[in-house]
């Protein structure tokens, strides 16, 4: 079974400032995964993906995250936090092998604050 | 483009009652939608799976019974919530597919339901 693991349910960085997101993902096949967005009281809204090609994948919103498969990591991160980046992140993978109506595997989430 | 909006966003309805949510794909078809259920400080868990003119399936544990889904066209599913409990009180969310080849699910904004 195909699951992620976000290792922090809370970061917290000053606005300016590098951001890191972490997550894992355990895959018997090679995984699609995906970085979803959540601001309060609106609908998740999809960062970026990663299906298999390369493995730096560039988002919106200055996003991008690394597919490393050595480590079994998908990592988000932003060089520069803004204050609108205050939000509910959560690292997805695609259970099954390909299939888009192959349902999505919801890590636990990570709430980033952004200090001023 | 790709917007799905949930009617209604918040809803309050006494223990017992039955509570209808609409999901709309606005501005494209979307061949498969998904509902989930967020708890508090939680992440999503995938409620089911619909197609559009056949039968939702359902993840294990979920009662179909007690969550009547129908995708009666290919914009618009709509989930009831039949004989509603304090215990049902949640966040759902929906999502829709535009195509097997279009391998993003856009989220609707949720609704938030609330059984006293």
């Known amino acids: 079974a195909q699951s992620v693991t976000q290792l922090d349910s809370h970061v917290s960085v000053s606005e300016g400032t590098p951001v890191l997101l972490r997550c894992n993902y355990s895959s018997s096949y090679s995984p699609s995964l995906f970085w979803y967005v959540q601001h309060p009281n609106k609908g998740l809204q999809l960062l970026l993906k990663y299906t298999s090609a390369a493995t730096l994948v560039k988002g919106i919103n200055g996003f991008e995250a690394e597919f490393k498969k050595s480590e079994t990591s998908f990592h988000l991160t932003k060089p520069s936090a803004h204050m609108s980046d205050a939000a509910e992140y959560f690292c997805?993978?695609?259970?099954?092998?390909?299939?888009?109506?192959?349902?999505?595997?919801f890590g636990t989430g990570t709430l980033l604050a952004v200090q001023p | 483009g790709a917007v799905v909006s949930q009617h209604p966003s918040r809803v309050i309805c006494k223990s017992g009652t039955s509570v209808k949510i609409e999901c709309r794909s606005l501005?494209?078809?979307?061949?498969?939608m998904f509902w989930y259920r967020q708890f508090p400080k939680q992440s999503l868990m995938l409620m089911a799976t619909?197609?559009?003119?056949?039968?939702?399936?359902?993840e294990q544990g979920v009662e179909k019974d007690k969550f009547l889904i129908n995708h009666a066209s290919l914009t618009l599913s709509t989930l009831t919530v039949t004989s509603a409990h304090p215990e049902d009180s949640s966040f759902y969310i929906c999502s829709a597919l535009a195509g097997v080849m279009i391998d993003t699910q856009y989220f609707g904004p949720g609704t938030r339901l609330t059984v006293l």
């Open positions: 619909s197609n559009e003119g056949s039968k939702a399936t359902y």
């Open positions: 997805v993978v695609r259970d099954g092998y390909g299939g888009a109506t192959n349902k999505l595997i």
């Open positions: 501005d494209f078809q979307a061949t498969t």
